[in-house]
Every structure is written in C-alpha cells, then in structure tokens.
C-alpha cells in the first residue's frame, strides 16, 4: 500500500498521557473509523523539513465534520514536544 500522509494541524500535551496530535487526509475520508484506526498501527514516522522521526501510537481517536470530513487524532507517548514546535512544518507517515 502507497504511504499515507497526514497534515498536522494541531499539536496537544495531554498531563500523564502523551502528545496527541492530530490532522487531516482528503484521501482517508472515505474510510471508516476503524478502518483509519487499523491504518494507524502502533507506531508512526514524522515527516519534518530536516529528518525522519519515529513515535509509538497510544491511542487514536477519528472524529467526522459537519461536511464529513474525517479528523485523526494520534496519542502519542514519551515524544519530544520541543522536536514537534521546531520543526513548525511536518507531516505523519502511517504506512
């Protein structure tokens, strides 16, 4: 399967859990829930403008918009938040 890319339009600290970040691809909105969750896997690779990084996914959560598009939401645990500000422009690789 191609790779998918996610653009990440929001980064969250969420106290004794991770970092959940979360953004969008036109081409998983026909996909379900699950079926973006499976996608997902456990783990992921940032994309930044510099290098490739690796994170361990905890949990993810999709979310539909009022015009059906979907929004994916990925935990992320023990990753470096300061990595995720610098690089200001990134994407995420799920598979």
Aim: with cysteine; hydrophobic share 45%; charged share 20%.
């Amino acid at each position: 399967m191609k790779e998918k890319m996610i653009k990440v339009f929001d980064i969250h600290i969420i106290p004794h859990r991770g970092i959940a970040i979360g953004g969008t691809n036109a081409a998983l909105n026909r996909l379900s829930r699950f079926e973006i969750r499976t996608l997902i896997g456990k783990q992921i690779e940032i994309h930044t403008l510099e290098n490739i990084l690796y994170a361990d996914v905890v949990d993810v959560d999709v979310t539909s918009s009022l015009i059906g598009k979907k929004n994916i939401f990925i935990l992320l645990s023990q990753f470096n938040l300061m990595t995720l500000k610098k690089a200001q422009l990134f994407t995420v690789c799920i598979e």
